[in-house]
């Protein structure tokens, strides 16, 4: 059974960098065919997608967030990462990993809460 656990910290500062891990077990994030994607979704308002990693180690992200946004892997661990530079309350959200298939995402991890406050 595939899972995916997302960690790191819950409280970031503003204009510090939000970092968050995701662990995978039961899949190997090198395999081919699926992407590794984070989304989040901001209290009150609806998942957006911030960007993903390929099995092949190719990123794409989000217009929106690309110029903030660095998504990378340590294929050893089989985790990927985000990072999210200059963060502002408005990043408020509940980050999710996610395994994303030819039609969305059929695998997610139950969500991690980070605030930016000072």
């Known amino acids: 059974q595939v899972q995916l656990q997302e960690s790191g910290p819950g409280l970031v500062k503003p204009s510090q960098m939000l970092s968050l891990t995701c662990t995978v077990s039961?899949?190997?994030?090198?395999?081919?065919?699926?992407?590794w994607a984070w989304i989040r979704q901001p209290p009150g308002k609806g998942l957006e997608w911030m960007g993903a990693?390929?099995?092949?180690?190719?990123?794409y992200y989000s217009p929106s967030l690309k110029s903030r946004t660095s998504i990378s892997r340590d294929t050893a661990k089989n985790q990927f990462s985000l990072q999210l530079s200059s963060v502002t309350p408005e990043d408020t959200a509940v980050y999710y990993c996610?395994?994303?298939?030819?039609?969305?995402?059929?695998?997610w991890g139950q969500g991690t809460q980070v605030t930016v406050s000072s």
């Open positions: 990693i390929v099995y092949d180690g190719s990123t």
């Open positions: 039961g899949a190997s994030i090198t395999t081919s065919s699926y992407t």
């Open positions: 996610a395994r994303g298939i030819t039609w969305g995402f059929d695998y």
